[in-house]
């Protein structure tokens, strides 16, 4: 069993930058994939990025492809979403996600815990 904990998000001007953290409890971090989602108003929820456990594999969607990067720190137990030039577009309740398998998927069945979410608001 982890839990996961979201925080970073916050209010930013269209192509400012947001860091997102995603703090874990339990000792077997570095062995659960990890993935970022986000869930707009009367949307969906999406893929954002994922990381493998091996921190060399990374995968991000196309929306976000070139301004978002992913990493993690396992040995502090957290991911991270780097956002930069942010866009109006991207406002969503940004969600964390953690899959036993090791590797990311690109839907949210693939995953096994979730966070709470954090509200990032990109104003025009």
């Known amino acids: 069993q982890v839990q996961l904990v979201e925080s970073g998000g916050g209010l930013v001007q269209a192509g400012g930058s947001l860091r997102l953290s995603c703090a874990a409890s339990?000792?077997?971090?570095?062995?659960?994939?990890m993935a970022w989602f986000r869930q707009a108003p009367g949307k969906e929820r999406e893929f954002v990025a994922g990381?493998?456990?091996?921190?060399?594999?990374?995968y991000y969607a196309d929306s976000v492809k070139g301004r978002f990067t992913i990493s993690r720190d396992n040995a502090m137990n957290t991911v991270y979403l780097q956002m930069n030039r942010l866009k109006p577009e991207d406002t969503a309740v940004y969600y964390c996600?953690?899959?036993?398998?090791?590797?990311?998927?690109?839907?949210?069945?693939?995953?096994?815990?979730w966070g709470q979410g954090t509200q990032v608001t990109v104003s025009s």
């Open positions: 339990g000792r077997t971090f570095s062995s659960y994939g």
């Open positions: 990381i493998r456990r091996s921190e060399a594999w990374t």
């Open positions: 996600a953690a899959a036993n398998s090791g590797s990311y998927s690109l839907t949210s069945s693939g995953y096994d815990y």
